[in-house]
């Protein structure tokens, strides 16, 4: 049955249906959530283990590996990537795609609770969790107040804020930047507890025994049942001081003859500042399945509740990551606005109809609005991707439409009446409608079966991008021409438009001259190939958002103070610089602006990262890119420092990796790969985790002495860990409060540790009563690595280039190019990671879609037109098409990259949609109305040029306003649209002209074969 004849003899339920699908349409928008990227679930997981006071070298050997050996056994294993810190190892278990997040999960633990009892016994339970690429701050805000201590303020934030904001729908965590932490301080005086032959540990142990509330049993006492309770616990610091402490050797003493008792803040290894100015920061992350600007309203209410009940609080932002992702949804609005607008002009400048130009302009939004309808019922959300894919395939939709009410109005002017045209035209060309949509369905739809971690972002593009392009083809089947039959008027015939008179002549002089017309195309097509060698390869473009990031490493050994004084002096270079707006410095901890792929590590007093504020985009003259060129010369005048610029989670990096088990020949080769990277000319920074020896204060036990005096090698560590650092936090003696708990923390005063004489006269028990340290170890100063990475069980080191706005294709073949990573010693691989092995995985995934599209366009021809040879004319403007897009990218100097990879997949779809026009009208009338070849191919030309030419520049039109980089940040959207108005604009040109002459060589050929089979079955 012909769906568009029976739109037109019963219009009530067509449009009745339409109503329906725009009311779900409408409200399956507003039940979206508005996101930057799809939440993607990636089987990546974390886990984390803990032992205070452990050297990296000693977390590898006795845990690291350990871990490693057991994970190495799960099934569908990628990589691991380790990083061990002082105290700390995280595992990064990457599994392969195809495997479920949950059962990675499972796998993972399974691992770790095997080899649990391997471990050291002091190590805290490691924690397994899954990555959340959701799961980075998109807020920061800083808090400050005249009438709180920075303690209150802290405990403000922990309590009263961070209650508040974990109540709003879809906050994820809220942590705290900066700040103190209120604790007991205890501090030992090393003469007397010398004297006293005591040691920290014994005190700290003491007050742990002491300091406590403990379940006693129960009683049946006056005939009812009582629970017994020992409550052995004081309120405050000065009664902890009174209290008396049991020493080894029978005597007891008050705590406040050996110690200063206080109630004060631990020793401050992080802090917070918003321009040099001393504050308490927090950071807000979401959660999975909530979008970045509903957390941003709800988290707005609750911080203007709290300044309203604080008056004296003064809240101010500092990292705001939701209002690049409100500014691009509210461009693409606009962009999709000013698409469609320009579309509809076209329509109007060619048909000069009123009427013909409001049938068409209702297709698209009656195709946009219900395609809303699908994707939230697919559980999709209004991210850059989803945008992206309306914001390209809005000119496509109202394609089928123009083409519709073009050959409609052709209809009219033969003197029909419009019901009649309308009839017969949509009956006409049905086949050509339905085929130019499938075939772009079966370019769209591939890229959501895409491999790799760019293939699960664009799940949601090529469903989005079909979904709307089917929805176009009802909205042309059956809304088109009812609403033509019923809304347009009679029309006179018109003259043939000159330039189609012209085009006429040119298209006969190609087809009398077949030869020259071959030649010439293929000249071109060979010759713009001859282009993409000289077109930079890159993964992402970089972006021009109005914030950037400065991290600052300091040497190992350096104290918070060092950071801290580095931090400021690197503010003060930067705030020269007229387009910062606003500097947040982050020291020992934070991590807005980080990369979403790197493992969340403690805080590191080395480290200092400053967040800045740019003038917006549309206020300076100047990219993103350029300022932060500026900030490197600026900040390269800065003594003994790594310098970092730009946001972690940007795409302007290039990480190479070194790995071997030869921990020393990998270190001295890396030390030659870095002066020869420094070498590319035009990179930033190249910053390498080489060489990070930092100093430490060895104990080595003389193992006679202390067997005889019984002194073992755990009591040695014990008395130094507890008497330098305290002891871990799960055997401190706690002071009760009624709304947390302090921590009582047993140590030596802090200028103890600054004297190795006196750290070697503390005494150790032995099985004959206490000994000094000195007598049976020696003590001095070593060096030792501050951090160990690992990749896939082997240390590794690696390497991370600044691309200063070169192409990261060309400069991993300049790298790879290198002597020194040429010829590698053997035992050292050398593996790209991050951005660099997303671009070959993304290069050869866009490779098989296109494949793909391309196979699904040829079977779709096939079988609508039933025959297996002319879809190869067809096919023909693909070659057509790509010419203009390569040279469109080297005219704009756009690199060859993700978006431009986009561009050109949807170009397949639209080039074939030309020659589709072109090939099924002559078809036809060779078939049904008896024409020659010649006759067929002129008449073809002359009735399908004017919808060609209208939907090429419908879509052009609709795709300016990207090109241009008019309104949001273009960097992402405008190389996608440079590649497709390119290639429409070269593959109209030459479908026009070049695709009748292919179609008369393709009939040659059947004709030839034709004939060819007749002989031989006359023959036989």
């Not at 309770?229 to 003859?257: F, N």
Request: glycine letters at 6%; aromatic letters at 6%; one cysteine or more.
């Amino acid at each position: 049955m012909n769906v568009s004849s029976w739109s037109i003899r019963n219009p009530i339920p067509a449009l009745l249906a339409f109503v329906m699908l725009t009311l779900m349409g409408i409200m399956g928008f507003n039940a979206m959530k508005i996101q930057q990227f799809p939440d993607i679930d990636l089987p990546m997981v974390t886990v984390n283990a803990s032992l205070p006071g452990a050297s990296p070298a000693q977390m590898e050997t006795e845990v690291a590996r350990k871990l490693e050996n057991s994970l190495a056994n799960t099934q569908g294993l990628k990589h691991l990537y380790t990083k061990i810190l002082d105290g700390t190892v995280i595992i990064t278990a990457e599994f392969r795609l195809e495997k479920n997040t949950q059962e990675a999960v499972d796998d993972v633990r399974a691992a770790v609770t095997r080899v649990r009892a391997d471990l050291p016994r002091d190590l805290r339970d490691p924690s397994v969790a899954k990555v959340e690429l959701s799961g980075l701050p998109i807020l920061t805000y800083t808090i400050s107040s005249p009438r709180m201590t920075e303690e209150e303020l802290s405990w403000f934030v922990d309590n009263s804020v961070t209650k508040s904001l974990l109540a709003v729908r879809g906050v994820g965590a809220v942590g705290r930047v900066g700040g103190v932490t209120r604790e007991v301080s205890v501090e030992l005086d090393p003469a007397r507890l010398l004297a006293l032959n005591a040691t920290a540990a014994d005190v700290s142990k003491q007050l742990r025994d002491i300091q406590q509330e403990a379940s006693g049993g129960r009683a049946d006492i006056g005939g009812s049942e009582q629970s017994v309770r020992t409550i052995a616990t004081v309120a405050t610091a000065e009664q902890l001081a009174s209290m008396q402490i049991h020493l080894p050797d029978g005597r007891s003493v008050r705590l406040d003859q050996i110690a200063t008792v206080r109630d004060s803040i631990a020793e401050r290894r992080a802090a917070a500042l918003l321009n040099g100015r001393e504050v308490v920061g927090f950071e807000i992350s979401r959660a999975r399945g909530y979008g970045e600007v509903e957390v941003a309203g709800g988290v707005a209410k609750v911080l203007e509740r709290l300044k309203a009940d604080h008056p004296d609080v003064v809240i101010t932002e500092a990292f705001n990551f939701v209002d690049p992702v409100a500014e691009n949804y509210e461009g693409s609005m606009h962009l999709l606005y000013e698409g469609a607008a320009l579309a509809v002009l076209v329509v109007l400048a060619f048909l000069r109809n009123v009427r013909a130009t409001v049938v068409a302009a209702t297709a698209l939004p009656l195709a946009v609005i219900p395609t809303f309808a699908v994707m939230y019922l697919m559980g999709f959300s209004i991210n850059v991707v989803t945008l992206l894919s309306l914001s390209l395939v809005v000119g496509v939709l109202v394609d089928d439409a123009i083409v519709e009410i073009e050959n409609i109005m052709r209809h009219l002017e033969m003197g029909k009446t419009p019901y009649q045209a309308a009839m017969e035209a949509a009956d006409e060309i049905g086949l050509a409608v339905i085929a130019t949509t499938f075939t772009l369905i079966a370019v769209f739809l591939p890229t959501a079966f895409m491999s790799g971690v760019a293939g699960k972002f664009f799940v949601q593009f090529g469903w989005t991008a079909a979904i709307a392009v089917f929805f176009s083809l009802v909205v042309a089947r059956m809304l088109t021409p009812m609403m033509s039959a019923y809304i347009l008027r009679a029309r006179a015939a018109h003259e043939l438009p000159s330039w189609i008179v012209l085009y006429l002549k040119w298209a006969a002089f190609c087809l009398k001259h077949r030869v020259l017309t071959t030649f010439g195309a293929a000249v071109f097509f060979f010759g713009s190939f001859a282009l993409v060698p000289l077109l930079p390869t890159g993964f992402m473009p970089p972006d021009d958002l109005s914030q950037s990031q400065v991290t600052l490493t300091m040497p190992p050994g350096s104290r918070f103070e060092d950071t801290y004084r580095m931090a400021e002096q690197a503010r003060h270079l930067i705030e020269k610089n007229s387009h910062v707006k606003l500097i947040y410095t982050a020291i020992g901890g934070g991590s807005s602006g980080g990369d979403p792929f790197a493992p969340r590590a403690g805080g590191d007093v080395r480290k200092a990262t400053l967040t800045l504020n740019f003038t917006p985009r549309r206020e300076r003259n100047i990219s993103k890119q350029a300022i932060e060129a500026q900030l490197r010369e600026a900040l390269a005048e800065l003594p003994g420092v790594r310098i970092k610029v730009g946001l972690a989670s940007s795409n302007e990096k290039y990480v190479l990796v070194l790995a071997g088990e030869d921990g020393q020949a990998l270190e001295e080769h890396a030390q030659k790969v870095a002066r020869d990277l420094r070498t590319i000319p035009g990179i930033g920074n190249v910053t390498s985790t080489s060489s990070l020896v930092r100093p430490e204060l060895v104990v080595r036990p003389d193992f006679a002495k202390a067997a005889d005096l019984g002194v073992t090698s755990a009591a040695i560590a014990d008395t130094l860990r507890i008497a330098t650092a305290g002891d871990y936090d799960q055997a401190l003696a706690k002071l009760n409060l009624s709304d947390r708990q302090i921590p009582v923390v047993v140590k030596l005063r802090a200028d103890a540790r600054q004297d190795i004489e006196l750290l070697s006269r503390l005494v150790v028990h032995g099985k004959h009563g206490p000994v000094m340290l000195g007598n049976v170890a020696d003590i001095g100063i070593e060096s030792g690595p501050a951090q160990i990475d690992r990749y896939d069980r082997m240390r590794n080191i690696n390497f991370e280039i600044e691309l200063n706005q070169q192409p990261l294709g060309e400069v991993e073949a300049r790298a790879m190019a290198l002597p020194t990573l040429k010829e590698l010693p053997r035992g050292i691989t050398v593996a790209t990671v991050g951005d660099a092995e997303a671009m070959a995985e993304l290069f050869a995934s866009f490779g098989l879609a296109m494949l793909t599209g391309i196979l699904c366009i040829y079977i779709v021809l096939v079988l609508l037109f039933k025959d297996f040879v002319q879809p190869v004319t067809i096919l023909a403007a693909l070659v057509l098409s790509v010419p203009g897009a390569f040279l469109a990218l080297f005219v704009t100097h756009t690199a060859l990259s993700m978006p431009s990879m986009i561009g050109l997949i949807m170009l397949m779809g639209i080039a074939t949609k030309n020659s589709i026009l072109l090939v099924e009208y002559a078809i036809v009338s060779r078939r049904e109305r008896g024409m020659n070849r010649a006759e067929a191919l002129i008449d073809a030309c002359k009735k399908r040029a004017r919808p060609i030419v209208m939907t090429t520049m419908a879509m052009g039109a609709g795709m300016l306003p990207v090109a241009l980089g008019i309104g949001v940040d273009p960097s992402f959207r405008a190389p996608m649209a440079i590649v497709v108005i390119g290639g429409l604009i070269t593959s109209t040109f030459l479908s026009l002209l070049v695709i009748p002459v292919v179609f008369t060589y393709v009939d040659d050929v059947v004709q030839f074969l034709s004939r060819w089979f007749k002989r031989r079955h006359a023959h036989a």
